[in-house]
C-alpha cells in the first residue's frame, strides 16, 4: 500500500508545453493539490480520483510505448509515493518529467527526472507559498516556468529572472494565462526587453480546447 497512488487519469497526447511540446507524451495527472490558484484548469484534480499501485500505473504506461512521459496534477510532489514512482519509471528507459507548483520540495526527486518548476506570481494569489530553495536543487536539464495574468506579473517575473540570472542556468519559460494576458501583448514585452527566455502557449489548448484528458 506504500506504493500506491491516487491518479486522476492517464492519457496519451502531445505535450502542450515545455522544450518537448509537440512530442507523444504519456502524462500521469495524480490527485490533490496544495494550491489554490487564481486561473487553475485543472481543479477536477484536487480530490478524488482512483487508487492504484506503482506497478499498474507503470505496467498502462507501458500499453503506450511511449518515449516520453510526464507526472503532472494537481501537486504530485502531495504524494510521497510519487517519487519511487519516477524512479520506476525511469529505470525502463523512459525521458521522465514533472510538473510542480514549487511549494513543495524538489530535493528528493530522481535525478534522471526533468523538472518544471512553476514559480508562482503574484497573480496567482500563492506567491507567498513559493519555496525559494528549490532553486538550489535544480539541475541542468530543469526548467523554470512563470505563467503570467497581466504586466506586473511580467515585471515581476523579469526582475526574479534577471536579478537571479537564472537564464545562465536554466531554461525560463514564459507563459499567459489562457484567455486573460493576449498572448500577443506577452511575446511584444519579451521581445522590446531582449528577454532570455522561451514564450510558450499551451498547444493543448489551441488544439483541443478545455476537454479533459487533452
Known sequence: MDQDLRVTEIFYSLQGETRTVGLPTVFIR???C??????????????GGTRRSQQAIVDEVGTYSPHYVTVTGGEPLAQ???LPLMRALCDRGYAVSIETGGALSV?????????VLDVKTPGS???ARNDYGNLAHLKPIDQVKFVLTDRKDYE???AFVMERSLYERYEILLSPVAGGLPPAELAGWILADRLPVRFQ???HKVLWGDVRGR
Open 34 to 47: 496544495p494550491l489554490r490558484c487564481h486561473y487553475c484548469d485543472t481543479a477536477y484534480a484536487f480530490s
Open 107 to 115: 530535493a528528493g526527486i530522481d535525478p534522471r527526472v526533468s523538472v
Open 80 to 82: 510521497p509515493a510519487v
Open 30 to 32: 495524480l490527485t490533490g
Open 125 to 127: 494569489g500563492e506567491e
Open 201 to 203: 502557449l499551451q498547444l
Open 156 to 158: 515581476w517575473s523579469r
